[in-house]
């Protein structure tokens, strides 16, 4: 393994999902991989890589897969959040093939994923953008990342958006900012994408609050997650949108005025959490939650 190359351990990883690929394919499909894996080995050639990319549902199936704990404990010490639970079998074996691929020649590497997104159809594009946490060179493909953003593709946006920690550690503030206001758009379970908290901005934090203002005029409702990323940005500015969510008769928009006043640094949001005693002990014993908070979005 090159640190210039994987920013991980490569060979750990890639035995670890060859194991959970093992364990939830048929023997069939088992035998059909590692003969590819062979060939792949012996000839290196790229017609060939790309065509086990494309073929791999047809021997695989579709099934979501069973991953153990102390499995998914092996995945996280090696690649924290980095997550497959949910994912098919075929979406985890594209993933592990990606990672088949030599990278002695940075260009070559370069020219077949490129060429891999561009005639992708959307499961294929799904596991690419899912495999970000796992290829070489991660600076290399934030502009793929934006891109990917901008799709209108249900699939796609959740493979970047969702328990995908890549784009929280390698996009710039305004393809972040974007990120998060395309899945408040699209619908997407906030408390799902990596990285939330911490790449929350000021920039994010005024877009979000002038994005509430359009939904109020216009009569509707908004994603009471959202107001987490005004967490560590309340101040004059936006209280008075606060002390609104705050007043609503929606219990689980109170909830989400009541935890950023308690995370928040600004004193009068603290001493409006302070004239409702029941709900502030809620949230210091831990009853109220973002997560919480998110079960009952679902629901």
């Not at 690929?21 to 890589?49: D, M, S, V, Y």
């Not at 946006?157 to 998060?180: C, D, F, G, H």
Request: negative net charge.
């Amino acid at each position: 393994m090159s640190v210039a190359e994987y920013v991980y351990d490569q060979d750990k990883v890639s035995t670890l999902l060859s194991t959970v690929i093992r364990n939830n394919g048929n023997e069939k499909a088992n035998t059909w991989l590692q003969q590819r894996l062979q060939l792949q080995q012996q000839t290196g050639a790229i017609p060939q890589f790309n065509q086990t990319f494309t073929a791999i549902p047809r021997f695989t199936g579709k099934e979501v897969i069973r991953i153990s704990t102390t499995e998914n404990e092996q995945l996280q010490a090696l690649l924290p959040s980095f997550f497959v639970q949910g994912w098919t079998l075929d979406r985890l074996v594209r993933v592990w093939w990606l990672l088949q691929l030599p990278v002695a020649n940075k260009a070559a590497y370069l020219e077949v994923i490129e060429n891999l997104f561009k005639a992708a159809e959307m499961n294929e594009l799904a596991a690419l953008y899912s495999a970000l946490p796992l290829l070489p060179w991660p600076e290399e493909w934030t502009a793929r990342t934006s891109e990917g953003i901008r799709s209108n593709i249900g699939i796609v946006q959740e493979a970047i958006m969702l328990r995908n920690p890549y784009p929280a550690k390698y996009l710039s503030e305004p393809a972040w900012n974007q990120l998060v206001m395309k899945a408040i758009f699209t619908d997407k379970p906030l408390h799902l994408i990596t990285g939330l908290d911490e790449r929350a901005n000021a920039a994010l934090a005024e877009i979000l609050v002038d994005f509430a203002h359009e939904r109020w005029a216009a009569g509707r409702t908004l994603d009471p997650m959202q107001w987490r990323v005004l967490v560590n940005f309340v101040g004059e500015a936006n209280f008075a949108d606060i002390t609104r969510v705050w007043h609503s008769v929606n219990s689980t928009e109170k909830e989400a005025a009541a935890l950023v006043c308690a995370q928040c640094h600004y004193p009068p949001a603290k001493a409006l959490l302070a004239t409702d005693p029941a709900l502030q002990a809620e949230i210091q014993a831990g009853s109220i939650t973002w997560d919480t908070l998110a079960q009952k979005i679902i629901k």
